[in-house]
């Protein structure tokens, strides 16, 4: 369904279809943060891992956009903006799970590894999508 705006014309399907892969992958992350904190020996709720999902999803994404705006081309500033973002989601794992250091970086790290993986298997799906719509 196409859109004629001030601005110009606005495709909403797009718009839908960008919606639905955050709330996929919102979803997709809680289910992933729930059974890796259970299995290694973190009694947490499903709700409380998807607040715990939210919030680390959104502020590694604000601290990598701000890390990835103030690089100017530099990949170093970069990466030190994701290691920043990751620092950041461990500290959201440590507090609101309740558990001590080691598991909440042990988490954090088994976590950015399946989240990179499942992004890796994801991405054609975007293409293809923004291609064909």
Same mark, same amino acid.
Request: proline letters at 3%; a positive charge; glycine letters at 6%.
């Given at each position: 369904m196409i859109i004629n705006t001030?601005?110009?014309t606005t495709t909403v399907m797009i718009g839908l279809i960008i919606i639905g892969f955050v709330i996929l992958g919102l979803i997709l992350f809680?289910?992933?943060?729930?059974? $890796?904190?259970? &299995? /290694?020996g973190i009694n947490i709720s499903f709700l409380r891992?998807?607040?715990? *999902? %939210? !919030?680390?999803?959104?502020g590694s994404f604000f601290i990598i956009i701000i890390f990835l705006l103030i690089s100017n081309g530099n990949i170093?500033?970069?990466?030190?903006?994701?290691?920043?973002?990751? $620092?950041?989601a &461990? /500290?959201?794992?440590?507090?609101?799970?309740?558990?001590n250091?080691?598991? *909440? %970086? !042990?988490?954090?790290?088994?976590?950015s590894v399946l989240w990179f993986i499942i992004g890796v298997f994801k991405l054609?799906?975007?293409?293809?999508?923004?291609?064909?719509?």
């Open positions: 001030a601005v110009g809680t289910i992933v943060l729930y059974l $890796i904190a259970n &299995s /290694i891992a998807l607040v715990v *999902s %939210i !919030l680390s999803g959104v170093a500033v970069f990466f030190i903006g994701v290691g920043v973002a990751f $620092i950041v &461990s /500290i959201i794992y440590r507090y609101i799970p309740n558990v250091w080691r598991k *909440s %970086i !042990l988490m954090s790290t088994i976590i054609p799906i975007y293409i293809y999508f923004m291609i064909c719509c």
